[in-house]
């Protein structure tokens, strides 16, 4: 079984060098065209461009360290509250901004655990109503405006969830069938080095009685002769 969390880890580490700069591009060139067109009003995407690259560095060093599921936690906690704050400074009531929790929501049960998406989920709901209240939006107007978004992405959790738990049984499931076949593989060459050295000193055995045979054969010549 360590094999094949060995190789789920792998895998991992793989999707998350992959998902860490794309993700982080998806936030921070939006971010610094918006603080070019209107630094006055969007200066604070510069803390959102200036988080996403920094923790985005921190990650894949990280992850080059073995460190992935501390990693994946720092990386899916920093961008959730780099989404609290644009949602603190432009929230609108029907805004769709909400949804963004569920790329994090997906991200999270790729890059640390199956089961983080409800983790994920359930502090995204904690982070929207904490940017609802920094914004002065706390209202039961505005909180009935996030039932939506809440239940959408509670459904992608357990979707989410359900794929990802999917995928790591079938990954490890593959790994252990391949480590049984090379663990066969290996007893087959041993059985066949053994049986190579078995049948070199079988020739020997037969060399050597075949000149045993020719010497005996040479003495009676000589004894019949003589």
Do not use: H
């Not at 860490?20 to 921070?28: E, G, N, Q, R, S």
């Not at 969007?42 to 894949?60: A, E, H, K, P, T």
């Not at 904690?126 to 405006?145: D, K, Q």
């Amino acid at each position: 079984m360590s094999i094949a969390r060995a190789y789920t880890k792998q895998l991992r580490n793989d999707s998350s060098f992959a998902l860490v700069p794309f993700i982080t591009a998806v936030f921070a060139i939006p971010a610094f065209i918006l603080v070019i067109l209107d630094f006055e009003r969007n200066w604070y995407f510069l803390l959102v461009l200036g988080g996403s690259v920094i923790c985005s560095q921190l990650v894949l060093r990280m992850i080059r360290r073995q460190q992935q599921s501390l990693a994946g936690t720092l990386f899916v906690y920093c961008y959730l509250i780099l989404t609290t704050l644009i949602i603190s400074r432009e929230w609108e009531v029907g805004s769709g901004l909400p949804f963004i929790f569920a790329i994090f929501i997906v991200v999270s049960s790729t890059m640390i655990t199956p089961a983080s998406s409800f983790e994920v989920w359930g502090v995204s709901i904690l982070l929207l109503l904490l940017g609802l209240g920094v914004s002065g939006g706390l209202s039961w107007e505005n909180v009935g405006g996030i039932v939506t978004p809440v239940v959408v992405n509670g459904l992608l959790a357990m979707t989410s969830f359900l794929a990802a738990t999917d995928w790591q049984l079938a990954v490890e499931a593959v790994s252990i069938i391949q480590a049984r076949a090379q663990r066969r593989r290996d007893e087959l060459f041993d059985i066949q080095q053994e049986l190579g050295r078995t049948n070199r000193v079988l020739q020997s055995a037969n060399e050597a009685l075949e000149d045993a045979r020719n010497t005996a054969v040479l003495e009676r010549d000589l004894r019949t002769r003589f």
